[in-house]
């Protein structure tokens, strides 16, 4: 790591530290995202948005559309494509909206033309007539507002979309038995990625019936798959590629109407079709954070150790289910990955709104959880007179162990992650000597490095590896995962460089691409190191022997007599081989030289409905320490500071390690003080832009003093845990709790604006008077 | 439909004021404003006119008096980079250090953000979110979100320089088809948030004429993040040394279509010393001096006590400089 501090913490050596593979030709404009390709011939296609949150379709009209100059095609919902969906058993969308639009900007036709001002006039010209309906937007409200049409009707659970409800060890004796109880109920408000490259896609159906995708996806395998389903095709005649994915974060996971979009009308106007979406339609694609509704109840014992928690969740969905069933099984999940909960209830509730569909957002359902449990856990320190961090050590789950709800702890620096922060913030001596309205906060949290199971059932490998060593003496290493900016692709690099023994120059990378890539499931839970980590490992580990095969054989000596020491090998009393004269040999022996690697997670330990939200391979650990001030005058607050311990295993790459950290830790500054998918009493979204939705500049984040703690993991490859999402989570509690040790407010809300401390403070100042 | 928006470069004068005169032609500064909004569909221009080839409207200048003028082109980046007027008005710089970012300043000019276009929470979004809207006075319509009771539209006016120009005394030259005017800066802006500036169709800001013996004063704004945003309010305040008694300009911004003086706030301080409660008594004035709408990133509550704050805040620190300047407060 760059930073740091060897006489306060412990930091594990990084394999890496050199530049991304990818950084030339990003800085120098040479990397081709999705909006940049331009095909001979190429159509610009415009979705048309539904200008209401709720309404019946009563007629589109294209004609006006098609009689405009250039337009080549046009197309609106009914009859085009099967509904589609992300989670085999949710399959609730269709590409255009059919009978009904269920939310605000959700396209209801498309239309390609010669060019971009062409088809944006021709979509103006499309007439929408709609019968409009009471927007349902928030979970609940239909039970004051008897006889208002649900957002998808015909559903018998009207609109409540998922309800489960999972019990581990005896809650009801832990309460009953418990020395203290504590409850808290908090609101997490969404929030959207907010990637800088908007959605794009270039859809081409090839005369022959073959499809050509080019999009801007974390998930190039789930988009075929999906997109199969969605067009009626077989899967093997779509070819999906990721181009250069310019963020994601979660946003760009699943199938998105524009990507059909693209394809349908292709087929219609016989060219290839690109189709960009504003930043305002990128606000309505959505996926993002979850809003949730929270209570959280706790049984203690008198040594301040939890002898129970009851969590309840309620989760705003929006319009679709996208991932929704994952997220509201992962807002009970990771609760006792990092403490010890000898009984655990989860009761957990996501509802369909007439709002931009929510999804999988950095943290994935886990983010909004771990803000309350955190909150909720300094206020139990406070009432129990124990410092907030020693009440996390007495709780701590330890390393090596399974937890209530039956997930297999490995590896664990969360302990390392605690002292930490705790050293390098000073934090014993700062909060017995506070300034005025200055307070520091801790928490901490746990992730997942890679989901166990894939979103669909099946007994194949996670993630697939083809590598190939050609007789100039370069490797090619073929990949299914996606670059997304996280360095996934320098990751490979890393990995096979160290395995083979070889300089990194000699290592190429193919990746994202459905037609010459082994399947990687993508860009998701934090699962890209750990499985194509562990394939290519594998891969190379099998191209070493066969190297080192043919040394033998061509010498004639047995394999303890060879060995490898970087690019040479040494046969004893011999010349050393050149690391290209050993694929010379072996392809003379073999053939092109080309190994495979595969890796599937271990099976999960448990057996009940919803067992598989939640086990990984191993977890990610995070302590953060935030010191902040309150202005009592106009609400403001003030992060002064930000420390952040991070365990994850081995760093296999320095910069991308830094780079993550900081990024999650800024992304969960914005959500804590200024982000929200908020929307107005008539469903409209609050700003749908970069002006009306603030996200941090960098004139707003403050120092950030980053620590990489913890052991290899013996499951990671080289020992490498997560580190894309987890270093988000104790960010957002963090700050909350310092700002109540700051003024003494409790904030049960986000984002923490000063709208809302205000009124806090006043409702303080009020108490206070009575 | 989209836009075909003419861009025209007159070099005289009078020339502006006839192709000012055309329908749905308008004074193009840097395009910082313009041009997003135009992207949006808000801005329906026919024709935009630069004044870059106009000489007064380009230069710095100094008159025998010892009046600085900024032509209403010269970019936000000059005045910062003017050897002489930064040092001379620090509360005009600190106003315009305060606007958006270096990448805009850099482009925009000192007409464009005095004549800023106003703004509302209900009208500045993109063209899907306004789709199924019935039209605000702004747009066209006879309906304000923002405020239902309200008569006319309440749209903010964000710019930054503005006050800090009103407080410092400044004056417009305004250019019309008969003749040229000079009028206060606090003249330029009629209060409705629709027609936002009193200038008449084919009207246009020539220069700013900067007074010669530069008043105290200290510029304040209160936003979100720490750079690009407009202000929730923002506050300039001058005191101006006389021979018995002082003048004083006290204006806040971004509450209202329009700057607003405060009147009542700069008679409590001309009644005695400023000592703290004073102070206090000063900025508490705000809250009954301005009714600020749910039309901002912050709600009403937080914005008036964000005014009150800066306002407190500016206040301070001009009685600092003025007791470093040796003049009584």
């Known amino acids: 790591m760059t930073i740091r501090i060897p006489n306060l913490v412990k930091t594990p050596a990084s394999l890496s530290a050199g530049p991304r593979i990818d950084a030339w030709a990003k800085v120098t404009g040479q990397a081709l995202y999705a909006d940049d390709i331009r095909w001979p011939n190429m159509a610009y296609g415009v979705l048309v948005a539904s200008p209401y949150p709720h309404a019946r379709i009563v007629k589109v009209d294209l004609e006006p559309a098609q009689a405009m100059p250039g337009v ?4 609106a919902g009914p009859g085009s494509v099967a509904p589609y969906g992300i989670m085999p058993s949710t399959q609730d969308e269709h590409a255009l909206a059919t009978d009904k639009v269920v939310y605000l900007g959700e396209p209801v036709a498309a239309v390609a033309a010669t060019t971009l001002a062409a088809a944006r006039d021709a979509a103006g010209k499309i007439v929408c007539e709609y019968e409009v309906l009471k927007p349902v937007l928030r979970p609940g409200i239909e039970k004051e507002n008897p006889g208002m049409e649900p957002v998808h009707p015909g559903r018998l659970e009207g609109n409540l979309f998922k309800e489960v409800d999972l019990e581990f060890g005896d809650t009801a004796k832990g309460f009953l038995h418990a020395y203290t109880t504590a ?110 509704s929270m209570r959280v109840r706790t049984a203690w014992n008198k040594d301040g150790r939890i002898q129970a928690m009851d969590f309840r969740s309620v989760l705003d969905g929006g319009a679709y289910a996208s991932y929704g069933l994952a997220t509201t099984y992962y807002t009970g999940a990771l609760q006792t990955v990092t403490y010890t909960i000898p009984a655990y209830h989860f009761h957990g509730e996501r509802w369909y709104t007439n709002k931009p569909p929510c999804g999988p957002k950095r943290g994935h359902g886990t983010t909004q959880p771990r803000a309350l449990v955190e909150v909720h856990l300094d206020r139990v320190a406070r009432a129990l007179g124990i410092d907030p961090i020693e009440l996390r050590r007495r709780n701590l789950t330890p390393a090596y162990s399974v937890t209530i709800n039956q997930l297999e702890v490995g590896s664990s620096g969360l302990q390392a992650c605690l002292d930490a922060v705790e050293s390098l913030s000073n934090w014993h001596a700062r909060r017995s000597r506070p300034d005025p309205d200055r307070g520091l906060g801790f928490a901490c949290s746990a992730y997942l490095s890679g989901a166990g199971l894939p979103i669909y059932w099946n007994p194949l490998p996670h993630s697939g590896v083809r590598m190939a060593v050609n007789r100039d003496g370069g490797v090619q290493v073929f990949c299914g995962l996606t670059d997304i900016g996280q360095g996934a692709e320098t990751m490979l690099v890393v990995l096979v460089a160290k395995a083979l023994g070889i300089k990194a120059d000699r290592i190429r990378v193919y990746t994202a691409d459905t037609g010459t ?69 072996a392809e003379e022996d073999l053939g092109p030289l080309t190994t495979f690697g595969a890796y599937t997670p271990p099976k999960a330990l448990g057996r009940y409905k919803g067992a598989g939200v939640g086990p990984s391979p191993a977890y990610s650990f995070t302590a953060c320490v935030a010191d902040v001030s309150v202005d009592r005058e106009d609400g403001r607050v003030t992060v002064h500071h930000l420390w952040v311990a991070h365990d994850l295993g081995t760093p296999l790459h320095a910069p991308s390690v830094e780079g993550q950290i900081r990024g999650g830790v800024v992304m969960g500054l914005g959500e804590v003080l200024m982000e929200r998918q908020a929307f107005n009493p008539d469903g409209r979204h609050r700003g749908p832009h970069l002006l009306g939705y603030p996200i941090p500049t960098i004139r707003d984040v403050p120092p950030i003093t980053i620590a990489v703690v913890g052991e290899p993991d013996p499951r990671g490859p080289m020992g490498a845990k997560e580190v894309g999402q987890g270093p988000l989570n104790p960010v957002i509690p963090a700050v909350i709790n310092a700002i109540s040790d700051a003024v003494g407010i409790d904030v049960n809300e986000t984002p923490v604006t000063p709208d809302k401390v205000l009124r806090a403070l006043n409702q303080k100042s009020r108490r206070k008077g009575l | 439909m989209t836009l075909h928006t003419r861009l025209v470069q007159p070099s005289t004068a009078e020339d502006v004021t006839r192709l000012l005169g055309e329908p749905e032609s308008k004074i193009f500064g840097g395009g910082t404003d313009l041009v997003p909004n135009r992207t949006w569909g808000l801005d329906t221009s026919g024709t935009w006119v630069q004044l870059r080839a106009v000489p007064e409207a380009t230069m710095i200048s100094l008159d025998e008096e010892g009046q600085w003028s900024i032509g209403a082109a010269v970019t936000l980046k000059a005045i910062l980079e003017h050897p002489k007027l930064p040092g001379l008005y620090p509360l005009l710089a600190d106003a315009i250090m305060a606007v958006a970012t270096p990448e805009i300043r850099n482009q925009a000019t000192i007409g464009g953000n005095l004549c800023l276009d106003t703004r509302c929470r209900f009208r500045n979004q993109p063209p899907i979110w306004r789709l199924g809207l019935e039209p605000c006075f702004k747009s066209g319509g006879s309906h304000c979100y923002a405020a239902p009771a309200s008569s006319q539209c309440v749209a903010i006016l964000s710019s930054d320089t503005a006050p800090a120009f009103i407080a410092l005394g400044a004056r417009l030259k305004v250019h019309s088809r008969s003749n040229s005017r000079w009028i206060e800066a606090l003249e330029l802006y009629t209060g409705d948030g629709d027609r936002h500036l009193t200038l008449a169709p084919g009207e246009w800001i020539e220069t700013i004429r900067l007074p010669s013996r530069p008043p105290l004063g200290v510029f304040d704004k209160w936003r979100i993040r720490k750079s690009i945003d407009f202000p929730e309010v923002n506050v300039a305040i001058s005191v101006a040394p006389g021979e018995n008694s002082r003048e004083m300009r006290m204006v806040l911004g971004a509450v209202a279509p329009g700057p607003i003086r ?36 912050m709600g009403v509550v937080g914005r008036k006590r964000a005014a009150e704050h800066i306002l407190y805040r500016a206040l301070g620190k001009l009685r600092n400089m003025m007791g470093e300047k040796g003049v009584s407060a």
Not at chain 1, 72 to 75: E, G, I, R
Not at chain 1, 551 to 578: N, R, T, W
Not at chain 2, 269 to 276: E, M, T, V, Y
């Open chain 1, 72 to 75: 080549l095609a046009a197309l």
């Open chain 1, 183 to 292: 409850e808290d109920t908090f609101f997490y408000q969404g929030s959207a990625h907010v990637a800088m490259e908007p959605h794009a896609a270039l859809g081409y159906w090839t005369p022959e019936g073959r499809v050509e995708l080019i999009t801007a996806t974390q998930t190039p395998h789930y988009v075929q798959r999906e997109l199969a389903v969605a067009l009626g095709i077989e899967s093997y005649r779509i070819r999906v590629r990721a181009s250069v994915v310019g963020g994601g974060f979660g946003g760009k996971s699943e199938l998105f109407p524009h990507e059909i979009a693209a394809v349908l009308l292709s087929r219609a106007c016989g060219r290839p079709v690109k189709i960009t979406l504003s930043r305002e339609e990128v606000f309505y694609a959505h996926r993002g954070r979850h809003p949730v």
């Open chain 1, 517 to 585: 890539t082994p399947v990687d499931l993508g860009s998701y839970s934090s699962r890209v190191s750990m499985m194509a980590g562990n394939a290519v490992l594998e891969a190379a580990q099998r191209m070493r022997q066969i190297l080192k095969d043919s040394v033998c054989a061509h010498k004639g000596v047995a394999q303890s007599m060879v060995v490898q020491d970087g690019e040479l090998f040494y046969v004893q009393g011999d010349e050393p081989i050149s690391f290209t004269q050993a694929v010379l040999w």
């Open chain 2, 262 to 297: 405060l009147r009542e706030a700069e008679r409590l301080l001309a009644q005695g010393p400023w000592d703290q409660d004073r102070l206090v008594l000063a900025a508490h004035t705000v809250t009954g001096a301005i009714h600020p709408y749910d039309n901002g990133q």
